[in-house]
């Protein structure tokens, strides 16, 4: 594992992509474990910190930026002068697509008529907005800022100025019911946005629902249910026109994420801002996940990030991770072009008892997860790690 001073790790790639971390939340969520802080103090200097890390790093991307994501914590804290200082940063420094796709994440509380106008008047052309639950006893237990009547009204507003809208569901919350989850599909669905990103909610050591579980204040979460959730969301997203092109994402035709595509395609990627990862074809970094120290280090010049290079097992477990989850799956003369014969037979091997129990299914030499497979892709493609 290397530390970074002024390292350069060159993204001679035709495309790639821009993650920034906005590290700032109103309050916290019981069952997030990402790096933020709810104090917005600092919220001045880490904006010219990401623009002088933004400006350090300029020459880590060769290639075009094809997406920009604003990611957090909740970038929508920002005000409309702190996104576009932002901006400014990146298209000084950086040579962006003439179509990129540049997503901001953002929260039901905050997307007042007046906000939505301003951020469809910068350069951001995709809201993610995390909805989680349209039921107010959900969003209480998870210690959401936002309640029910805020989640529905934003959408609706937001809808006005944008079409590229994908909104956050969470499933197999203690006391969810299948019908409040079918409920809550129904009205997602109703209100006609062309992306999904619904994910099962899990327990994450040192979280609050953590606490609140161990404690006995909130039962545990039950994988069946999550599972019967799951089966229902893909049944209802069909149902509706929309395309289960990876595990937790569903889109109409058009409006895939092509940021998150890239991720799963293995396609480089700079992460800019306290605890974001990066990845440039063969090794990952990531900075410091703390703000303060973030940045005083940005201010003396010095990024303040790690890395590690990747081995030829690492990139093979990860293309068999992501490819498994992905409507795409696992190519065979991928896999034997880019690691070997040897991988591939020892895939071919691990992959024979879920072909035989059709977890797994093979065509055209890919491999894919069966719809019955579906909800265990994780675990199925753990068993096909090499390690």
Known sequence: MIENKLDKRIINTAEASLYIHIPFCKQACHYCDFHFSTSLKKKGELVNALCKELMLRKDEIGGKVETIYLGGGTPSLLSSEELQQIFDAIYKNYSVSKTPEITIE?????????LIQELANSPINRLSIGIQSFFQEDLKLMNRAHNATEALECIKEAKKYFENISIDLIYGIPGMTNERWKKNLEIALSLNVPHLSCYALTVEPRTALKKFIDKGIVPPVDEDISKQHYEILVEETEKAGLDNYEFSNFGKTGFHSRNNTAYWEGKPYLG??????????????????????YIKSIEAGILPSKSETLSIEDKYN????????????????????EFGITY??????????PLQNELLILENLTLKVSKKGKFLSDGIASDLFMV
Do not use: C, F
């Open 106 to 114: 953002a929260n039901p509380d905050d997307l007042t008529p007046t």
């Open 272 to 293: 800019i801002g306290p605890s974001a990862h990066g990845y440039d074809g063969k090794s990952r970094s990531w900075n410091v996940s703390n703000n303060t120290k």
């Open 318 to 337: 990860e293309y068999i991770m992501t490819g498994l989850r992905t409507k795409k799956g696992v190519s065979l003369e991928k896999v034997e072009s």
């Open 344 to 353: 591939s037979e020892y895939l071919l091997k691990q992959a024979e008892n």
